[in-house]
Every structure is written in C-alpha cells, then in structure tokens.
C-alpha cells in the first residue's frame, strides 16, 4: 500500500469509481482523483502534497510514519564512535564511501 493510499484511507476517503481515473469520496463531499494510468513514474510525490493541501497538512506530516529515524550516514558524512555498525575507523568503511581528503591521506 502506497503513503498515498494509506493517507486517503486515515482521513475518510473512499474509493467510489475506477475508470480513466480513480475517484475518492469521503462522507463530507470532499473529492480528491488521481489517474488510473499515470504517465509520469514520479506521479504520487506531487498527488499526496495536493493532497495534503486538501486535508491541510504537509507532506511531511502524512508520511512521517515512513521517515527514517537515523540519518543515512551516506548523505551526511561516516557515523561517529557511537555506531552499533562501524567503528568510526576510516579503514572499517568501504573505500568508496571515504571523503577525497582521506584518501589523499591513504595515498
């Protein structure tokens, strides 16, 4: 089940029709439709934040059951001592994952 769907289904809304597109209703008269056959692979990320303008909350608060709760060590840099995984010794990461000055070091 996508955050979209499971967003629609916490907030009321059902499914009423499938047909070109998929039309959800909730009890209130609300109507939020999304296609049935989306030409953009990326469709869901901007239907769930209009979705969230519909229901007034952002993005973020309809899917922060889904965000990590660590930050990825390979975006924001190698995980200190503290880790449960790594060391925090260069030579424990794989090569690939060492900033340039480090390996200048190595070298």
Known sequence: MSHLDQALTQHGFALVRTRKHQ????VDGTTFVTPSTPSDVRWERPAL???ARIVGKTKRELTSHALPTQRCWGV???PGPS?????????ALPRKHLRSAEIAKEI
């Open 83 to 91: 880790s449960a995984t790594f060391s925090g010794q260069a030579n």
């Open 23 to 26: 039309v959800y209703k909730r």
């Open 76 to 78: 924001f840099g190698r």
């Open 49 to 51: 934040a209009d979705f």
